[in-house]
């Protein structure tokens, strides 16, 4: 049974830095991609990041280039976010697919078959 928990949210003042753990289980890591959402109540889902494992190919949003960074170690993503800005304030969600993700559908929901209960980050001052 594939299983995904994300951890690390929280407050943090703008400028800050938080680290979001995607902890995944039931499945070999290595054939699926990670992609993390996020949402704000009344909003769109939005992709922030996405990591192909099969190769490492990584994939941003525009809105995020250059703060935030995807990485794997083991069977964990990672979501290292710096600078943070107020309108990053949002649930995190991670997802996984089989499917090969590029540029064009990373970010598109439909393809993310598994996901995550959320975690909530607040950028405040």
């Known amino acids: 049974q594939i299983q995904l928990v994300e951890s690390g949210g929280g407050l943090v003042q703008p400028g800050g830095s938080l680290r979001l753990s995607c902890a995944t289980s039931g499945f070999t890591l290595d054939n699926y991609a990670i992609a993390w959402f996020r949402q704000v109540p009344g909003k769109k889902r939005e992709g922030v990041s996405c990591i192909r494992n099969s190769d490492g190919n990584t994939f941003y949003a525009d809105s995020v280039k250059g703060r935030f960074t995807i990485s794997r170690d083991k069977n964990t993503v990672y979501l290292q976010m710096n600078n943070l800005k107020p309108e990053d304030t949002a649930v995190y969600y991670c997802?996984?697919?089989?499917?090969?993700?590029?540029?064009?559908?990373?970010?598109?929901?439909?393809?993310?078959?598994?996901w995550g209960q959320g975690t909530q980050v607040t950028v405040s001052s």
């Open positions: 997802a996984t697919t089989f499917a090969i993700v590029v540029a064009a559908t990373a970010f598109n929901e439909i393809e993310y078959d598994d």
